[in-house]
């Protein structure tokens, strides 16, 4: 059973617009949350990250809100821009466990000029 | 920048070869990692190293072995390769403190036939 999901497997918008990408966790010893963007024939590379004692993390046109009641998260891309089209994934890590993150399956995100 | 490579792209065997693949960080990063990627699935951990000699197992090792005789280098050996192993195969390093981000490689494409 996965523990991080990502329900969309892909998603399309218009440039300039916001993109939103969803994930959703089951398991409540998460606490560290982080988002990697991976271009075709690339590996991923990290984006932005949030810790559980905080509910929104902005940096540039990113930022990531974490609602733990509900264990989900989401990514918001603002504007959104062609270069963005990119799977993305977002992945969980327990403190006081190693660095043993745990990935959702990733979300195919298209803007569309 | 962290540079993580692995040292082939695109790579063809045949059922029941060994496959050896390599990755070398030059960042002097502690912990290094292997995932497969598949469509669907996400990344997966395949063997983590937290130091020279020492390896743990991931969520999916059945089929692996892995090699970490120096710290920028850790390989990943498949003894004898089948078709399931077919996928792309991510490396990643990292610093040794628990929300360091992963660095990864480009990926290795792997098919079996």
């Known amino acids: 059973d996965q523990q991080v999901k990502q329900n969309s497997p892909s998603l399309s918008v218009q440039e300039g617009r916001i993109s939103i990408l969803n994930c959703d966790y089951t398991?409540?010893?998460?606490?560290?949350f982080l988002w990697y963007k991976k271009y075709p024939a690339e590996g991923p590379t990290f984006l932005i990250s949030?810790?559980?004692?905080?509910d929104k993390n902005e940096d540039g046109r990113f930022t990531v809100f974490l609602n733990k009641s509900a264990k989900h998260l989401s990514l918001h891309i603002v504007p959104s821009q062609p270069g963005d089209s990119a799977v993305y994934f977002c992945?969980?890590?327990?403190?006081?466990?190693?660095?043993?993150?745990?990935f959702g399956p990733g979300t195919r995100l298209s803007v569309l000029p | 920048d962290v540079k993580v490579t692995q040292s082939s792209r695109y790579l063809v065997k045949r059922t029941g070869e060994k496959v050896f693949l390599e990755c070398v960080q030059d960042?002097?990063?502690?912990?290094m990692f292997w995932y497969r990627q598949d469509p669907g699935l996400g990344l997966r951990l395949i063997y983590f190293?937290?130091?020279?000699?020492?390896?743990e197992k991931g969520d999916i090792p059945e089929g692996y072995s892995v090699s970490r005789e120096k710290k920028e280098r850790f390989s990943l050996i498949l003894e004898s390769a089948s078709t399931n192993q077919t996928s792309m195969y991510l490396c990643?390093?990292?610093?040794?403190?628990?929300?360091?981000?992963?660095?990864f490689g480009n990926g290795t494409r792997l098919t079996v036939t």
């Open positions: 990643a390093s990292s610093l040794g403190t628990g929300h360091s981000p992963l660095h």
């Open positions: 398991n409540s010893m998460f606490d560290y």
């Open positions: 949030i810790s559980s004692i905080k």
């Open positions: 992945a969980a890590i327990s403190s006081g466990y190693g660095q043993n993150f745990v």
């Open positions: 960042m002097d990063h502690e912990n």
């Open positions: 190293s937290y130091d020279v000699k020492m390896k």
